[in-house]
């Protein structure tokens, strides 16, 4: 059973709030796996040390088979047109409540469905399947704080969900920076990612850590997070961290880019070169679930 939804007294975002804190392109991850090494995952931070107000959320309460909240949310769309979102994917993005709805039930799911002639693909051939990808691109972003998501990933080879977020300046990838909160590839069912992009590391080359679960990650909903300050961000699971980065763990002619506001993205890629191609073994419809998404303030 799932936990209250609301967090304190159900806190929402007033509008005299919105721009305090909503100052946020291309696939996630940029193209690839990440440069990761698996290690220990680290400890708890010290409880009692930081104190947060919410300042947004969605927490995607509203009729079974409707779409997502329209203020917070708009749709990347295709596949050819975008050249497999620079990962040589295999899915169609739709704008269809058939891939994007909320449950009835407080979460927002993001199916992937095995659909022939789904629409053009990268390779020239018909995506074989459709799902979906939504962004907060002109409506919500973020600067500083804590973002997290409370996410159940589906399991299956090729499948690739992923929360994450991109630097809102229209400048051409990786200039702006790019922040993966989670990335989970079906190859690997006991972990997830958290990884940074910019100029000097970016797709494969991206600075990323590993988080082992020991236990199937889409057994169960977990709470993926980030906190961004100045010159520092930290990846948390489940309030856990595990993962960190400043400008002096940049590599030699890397630039730090993550001093701007930057918009949020969920979405449930199939295919493409990190995770590979769905076999026989995997299972469709996937499903996503997030039962709500967060950004606070530090106090």
Known sequence: MKPSKKPGAGLALPKPLLPAVLALL??????????????????PAAPGTTTWTLLWSDEFDGPAGSAPNAAHWSYDLGNQENNGWGNHELQYY???????????????????????????????????????????????????????????????????????????????????GEI???????????SAYGTAHGPGYSGAQGIG????????????????????????????????????????????GGSWVFERPFFLILNLAVGGDWPGSPDASTVFPAQMSVDWVRVYKEN
Do not use: M
């Open 180 to 190: 993966d909160i989670l990335e989970y590839v079906g190859k690997t069912p006991n």
């Open 26 to 43: 291309v696939g996630c991850g940029g193209g690839g796996s990440v440069a990761a090494t698996a290690e220990t995952n680290a400890k």
């Open 209 to 252: 850590k590993p988080f082992d679960f020991k236990q199937p990650v889409a057994d169960d909903f977990h709470v993926f997070s980030i906190i961004k300050r100045p010159n520092e961000i930290i990846w948390l699971v489940d309030d856990v961290e595990y993962h960190r980065l400043t400008p002096a763990t940049l590599p030699a």
């Open 94 to 176: 739709t704008a269809s409540t058939r891939n994007t709805f909320l449950d009835g039930k407080g979460s927002l799911i993001i199916k992937a469905e095995a659909q022939p002639n789904a629409g053009p693909c990268w390779n020239g051939k018909p995506c074989a399947y459709t799902s979906g990808r939504i962004l907060s691109q002109g409506k919500v972003t973020f600067t500083n704080g804590k973002i997290e998501a409370r996410i159940k990933v589906p399991s299956g080879q090729g499948i690739w969900p992923a929360f994450w977020s991109l630097g809102a300046d229209k400048l051409p990838w990786p200039a702006a």
